[in-house]
């Protein structure tokens, strides 16, 4: 399996993003997807995810409202879609996967991991 995050990059407060995540090396049908970010000086914490299988999201409270996960199936891709962007969403976005029906949101549930792309939110 191979996660390949992109469309991270500078924002004001304010601003919307739109992070990618490509799929590849499986048929992801009964995988979910999980996002996560490392802000600096920080642990790397759960933000949201999503099951392939019938879109179901879950997201950590204080992205609620703002983001959203969305996936196409044609392409293998899952979004994380950002908007009213903060200074406090500055972070290392990483997209994470396993086989699971559970939308889990601990890191250690995760068995593939992109690469990351870097959000900086300029306030």
């Known amino acids: 399996v191979q996660l390949q995050a992109s469309g991270g990059g500078l924002v004001q407060a304010g601003g919307s993003l739109r992070l990618s995540c490509a799929a590849s090396?499986?048929?992801?049908?009964?995988?979910?997807m999980g996002w996560f970010r490392q802000a600096p000086g920080k642990e790397r914490e759960f933000v949201g995810g999503?099951?392939?299988?019938?879109?179901?999201?879950r997201y950590v409270d204080s992205v609620k409202g703002r983001f959203t996960i969305s996936r196409d199936n044609a392409k293998n891709t899952v979004y994380l879609h950002m908007n009213s962007l903060k200074a406090e969403d500055t972070a290392v976005y990483y997209c994470?996967?396993?086989?699971?029906?559970?939308?889990?949101?601990?890191?250690?549930?995760?068995?593939?991991w992109g690469q990351g792309t870097l959000v900086t939110v300029s306030s």
């Open positions: 999503i099951r392939w299988s019938d879109g179901f999201t």
């Open positions: 994470a996967t396993r086989q699971s029906f559970l939308v889990t949101t601990a890191q250690t549930h995760y068995r593939y």
């Open positions: 090396g499986r048929t992801f049908s009964n995988y979910i």
